[in-house]
């Protein structure tokens, strides 16, 4: 019984997998599960939580124990605390959005995917901190590896409290890197689908073509399940397609049926690995063999970084313009610079830009032909301190987040300081399956190396 045997081993660590089956049979009931990762959380000494109301929590929690009891139809998440990102409206719980300007802002409808996380069974924890509009500004979020870092940006605190078992899954975004470099520096699995899978309606919108909504959790399996829940079509939503998703839980559970290719892209901007990250990086190159090819890369290729910057500027600057007009001396320093710099950049150089966006979707298209993944760092090395004001650097990210392609990070190096750093798994456009069937390959492959 998993309930005696939380006298042994404390159930936060339980996987979401493992969890909701347990409930499900009846061998755990979703109201000790969650006051044990409420104990977990205790004063909260990460400051990952902006919202987390314990009485709220637990009523939700007793309501799945009372369906099951009753016999009712039981969802892929029964019982199972989620955190999500204070972007994402909650209707009895405020979403301030990472700012002053909102605050005690009470949304009048739940996001689609808190409908989508109901209809699953799932518990909504509360909410966790992000950075000032989702943008540069940190939060007070400290890193569970060490207090002393970051958790990275904008997703701070969905990262840092998966890595600190308050959660075993938590919902962020990517525009940028805001996904795959928490899940990196805090040592978890993050993955950003592909653009259209998950409906963005309800969530703070900051760049319609960038924005992404992505996930958090501490193994591949439960990165998998949660995607799977929240995917579906909305066309509330005009990224979103109407057509089936693919099964990302079956991927993660699949054995390849021949040994993938991977490719490994040398960008000139690769000089910006610290030299832990890059020896590391080398090693998972060495041990993979002849899977790896080593490719050049063209001007034009390294370039997308700034197309990519250009894209989010601007539209950042469009899509949040009343906000900005109407608070401009409540916003940051740090984000007027960006603002500033957004608001310099011309109709005809955004359009430019979305351009060349869409010839590089077209070229990954065809390279995903020839390749099953694109291996790549997740970040520049091992979380930055907390003192220096800065979540990091997500140069790596922000091409993946450009093409719109699915990303996923695997918690596999060690740096110098013994913290984690993360490799950047990139896939086809909705084959997001295929990504998580060559994650489990790699990582088995890694382990008989």
């Known amino acids: 019984m998993v309930e005696a045997a939380s006298r042994t081993r404390d159930l936060h660590h339980l996987s979401a997998v493992d969890a909701a089956q347990a409930i499900r049979e009846g061998r755990l009931s979703s109201e000790t599960l969650v006051q044990a990762c409420l104990d977990q959380i205790g004063d909260d000494p990460f400051k990952a939580w902006v919202y987390l109301n314990p009485d709220i929590a637990l009523v939700q929690a007793r309501e799945m124990d009372r369906i099951r009891k009753a016999g009712k139809a039981t969802g892929a998440l029964h019982g199972v605390p989620v955190a999500l990102k204070d972007i994402i409206d909650t209707r009895f719980m405020p979403t301030e959005r990472g700012s002053s300007i909102f605050a005690d802002r009470k949304p009048e409808v739940d996001a689609y995917i808190v409908n989508r996380l109901r209809e699953a069974g799932a518990v909504i924890m509360g909410k966790t901190k992000t950075t000032e509009l989702a943008f540069v500004h940190p939060t007070d979020t ?136 890059r020896e590391g990086l080398n090693a998972v190159i060495d041990a993979l063999g002849p899977r790896v090819t080593r490719l050049p890369v063209s001007d034009s290729l390294s370039g997308l970084i700034e197309v990519h910057l250009t894209i989010h500027e601007y539209e950042f600057c469009q899509q949040m313009a009343e906000t900005i007009d109407g608070h401009w001396e409540a916003l940051s320093d740090s984000l007027k610079t960006v603002i500033t710099r957004g608001r310099a950049i011309t109709r005809d150089q955004y359009d430019d830009a979305q351009t060349v966006r869409a010839t590089a979707e077209e070229f990954c298209a065809k390279h995903f032909n020839d390749f099953d993944a694109i291996l790549a760092p997740s970040a520049t090395g091992e979380a930055p301190l907390f003192a220096s004001g800065e979540t990091g650097d997500p140069v790596f990210c922000r091409i993946w987040s450009l093409t719109g392609l699915p990303a996923l990070n695997i918690p596999l190096l060690v740096g110098e300081n013994d913290l984690p750093i993360g490799v950047q798994l990139i896939g086809g456009s909705e084959e997001d399956d295929r990504l998580m069937r060559t994650a489990a390959w790699v990582q088995r492959a890694l382990q008989d190396a």
């Not at 409906?199 to 992404?212: I, Y």
């Not at 958090?216 to 509330?236: G, M, Q």
């Open 142 to 277: 400290t890193n569970p590896h060490d207090s002393t870092r970051s958790p990275g940006g904008s997703s701070s605190g969905s990262a840092a409290a998966v890595a600190a078992h308050h959660v075993p899954l938590a919902v962020g975004s990517q525009t940028g890197g805001s996904v795959i470099r928490p899940a990196s520096y805090c040592g978890i699995y993050g993955f950003k689908p592909s653009r259209g899978i998950i409906s963005r309606a309800g969530v703070l919108p900051t760049s319609e073509t960038l924005d992404h909504l992505g996930t958090f959790a501490r193994n591949l399996e439960d990165i998998a399940l949660l995607t799977n829940v929240l995917s579906s079509y909305d066309p509330a939503d005009e990224s979103s397609f109407a057509r089936p998703r693919p099964d990302l839980l079956t991927g993660a559970r699949a054995q390849a049926p021949v040994e993938p290719d991977i490719a490994f892209f040398e960008f000139p901007f690769h000089d910006r690995l610290a030299a832990d990250a």
